[in-house]
């Protein structure tokens, strides 16, 4: 069973940066894609940000020039970089792999982002 672990979640004021890791307990570049989702109180699940096998990067609107996501095959381990963070972006942060038709999840780490 594949297992993914964040980290670095916390707390940090409007404007502050924090950064993401998430190390799986497998081989990173045997998966499709990997990518962070976020969930908000109340809110659905949503897409942040996502990169393929081949270091395609891709974002929600709302994090485009804030946040980057980035892989290190070495240490197996995939990175979200966030700045310019705002308070909407306060949510669980959500690490996911993709292999095939299986998907994996890590366990969430939170954010929050006081104004």
């Known amino acids: 069973q594949v297992q993914l672990v964040e980290s670095g979640g916390g707390l940090v004021e409007a404007g502050g940066s924090l950064s993401l890791s998430c190390t799986a307990s497998?081989?990173?570049?045997?998966?499709?894609?990997m990518g962070w989702y976020r969930q908000a109180p109340g809110k659905q699940r949503e897409l942040v940000a996502d990169?393929?096998?081949?270091?395609?990067?891709s974002y929600v609107d709302s994090v485009k020039g804030r946040f980057t996501i980035s892989r290190d095959n070495a240490k197996n381990t995939v990175y979200l970089q966030m700045n310019s963070l705002k308070p909407e972006d306060t949510a669980v942060y959500y690490c996911?792999?993709?292999?095939?038709?299986?998907?994996?999840w890590g366990q969430g780490t939170q954010v929050t982002v006081s104004s």
């Open positions: 990169i393929t096998s081949g270091d395609i990067q």
């Open positions: 497998e081989r990173i570049f045997t998966f499709n894609n």
């Open positions: 996911n792999a993709n292999r095939g038709l299986f998907g994996y």
